[in-house]
C-alpha cells in the first residue's frame, strides 16, 4: 500500500512567551491508502489540535503534513470533514439534496453531474428518498448521515471524522459505526477518525494511535487484528476486541494498572458488552 497522510514532527502552540501552551508535541506518524485509522486520547489532549493541523486549517507550529506526496499549505481540495455538531454544520434553510451538494458548486461539475453525485452519496448512507427534506426534519442520526453523504459527496482521498458520533444515542451510533465500515470497505476510502471512545477506536479501526495527556504525544500505535467484517454483538463480545480494548485503555491511564486490577476492569468490561449486545439485540427484534 502507498501512504496516503504523513505527518511529520507535527507541534502546534497557541499563545507565545510564558503564557504559551503546547496543544500537541512533535507527532509523527502515517496513514496507508485504503485505511482506517483512529486517534484516541483523553478529552482535551489536542485531539482536535492535530486534526486541524491535519485538514489544513491550522498552520501547525513546527513539523509538517503531506497528503499524497504533497505538503498541506491550506485546506486539500480532495479532503473532506466530518464534525461531530452536525447541527451546526447543515445549513438548515437547504435542502438535504443542496447540503449534499454545497461543496460541489466550486468544482468544475455541471448541475446535473452535481445532481447525480448528491444522489449518490445519499443512497451510500441509505438517505435515498429524503432529498427534498430540510435538515431540521430529520433526526439527529439522520442528520449525521448528510454530513458524511456531503463527505463522500467530493470524493475525497482523505476523509477525517472529529468525534463524529459523540452527540448521538447508543444505538445510532452502532449504526454509524457500521456505516463508516461498510462505505471505507466498498469505496476503498482511506479514514481519520479521532475520539476519546475506546469501544469505538477498536471496533472502527485497522489501527489505533493511542495518544497521551496534553501536550499530546504518541504513546502506542496498535494494529487491529479483527476480521474485516464486523458485528457490533459478536465483535465487542470476542477475546481479541476485550483483550485489545483493555490495552488501549491501561495506555490512556499511564499502562500502570497492576494485573490484578487489570483482570477485574477486563471482567468489568465483558460484562458491560454483554448488557451493550443485549441491549442491541432487544433494540432490533423489538423486545
Not at 135 to 145: D, E, I, T, V
Not at 224 to 251: C, K, M, N
Request: charged residues 25%.
Amino acid at each position: 500500500m502507498s501512504t496516503m497522510l504523513e505527518v511529520s514532527g507535527v507541534s502546534h502552540r497557541y499563545g507565545t512567551g510564558a503564557k504559551a501552551h503546547t496543544a500537541v508535541n512533535d507527532l509523527s506518524f502515517t496513514v496507508e491508502a485504503g485505511q482506517l485509522a483512529s486517534i484516541v486520547g483523553p478529552s482535551g489532549c489536542g485531539k482536535s489540535t492535530l486534526l486541524r493541523c491535519i485538514a489544513g486549517l491550522t498552520p501547525p507550529t513546527e513539523g509538517q503534513v503531506s497528503l499524497h506526496g504533497d505538503r498541506v499549505d491550506g485546506v486539500p481540495d480532495d479532503l473532506a470533514v466530518v464534525f461531530q455538531d452536525y447541527s451546526r454544520s447543515l445549513f438548515p434553510w437547504l435542502s438535504v439534496q443542496k447540503n449534499v451538494e454545497f461543496p460541489l458548486r466550486w468544482r468544475s461539475l455541471s448541475r446535473a453531474e452535481r445532481r447525480t453525485r448528491a444522489a449518490e452519496a445519499l443512497e451510500q448512507v441509505g438517505l435515498s428518498g429524503v432529498g427534498g427534506k430540510y435538515p431540521w426534519q430529520l433526526s439527529g442520526g439522520m442528520q449525521q448521515r448528510v454530513s458524511i453523504a456531503r463527505a463522500l459527496a467530493s470524493r475525497p482521498a482523505l476523509l477525517l471524522m472529529d468525534e463524529p458520533f459523540a452527540s448521538v444515542d447508543a444505538q445510532t451510533r452502532f449504526e454509524l459505526e457500521d456505516l463508516t465500515r461498510r462505505v471505507q470497505r466498498e469505496q476503498g476510502s482511506t479514514i481519520l477518525v479521532v475520539t476519546h471512545d475506546i469501544d469505538e477506536s477498536v471496533y472502527l479501526s485497522d489501527r489505533v494511535l493511542v495518544l497521551s495527556k496534553s501536550p499530546a504525544s504518541i504513546v502506542a500505535d496498535l494494529p487491529v487484528e479483527l476480521p474485516a467484517e464486523r458485528d457490533q454483538i459478536t465483535t465487542r463480545e470476542s477475546a481479541e476486541f476485550v483483550t485489545l480494548r483493555g490495552e488501549v485503555a491501561r495506555l490512556l491511564h499511564g499502562g500502570t494498572a497492576a494485573p490484578e486490577a487489570a483482570t477485574a476492569a477486563s471482567d468489568a468490561a465483558e460484562w458491560e458488552l454483554a448488557e451493550q449486545a443485549k441491549d442491541v439485540t432487544e433494540t432490533k427484534t423489538g423486545s
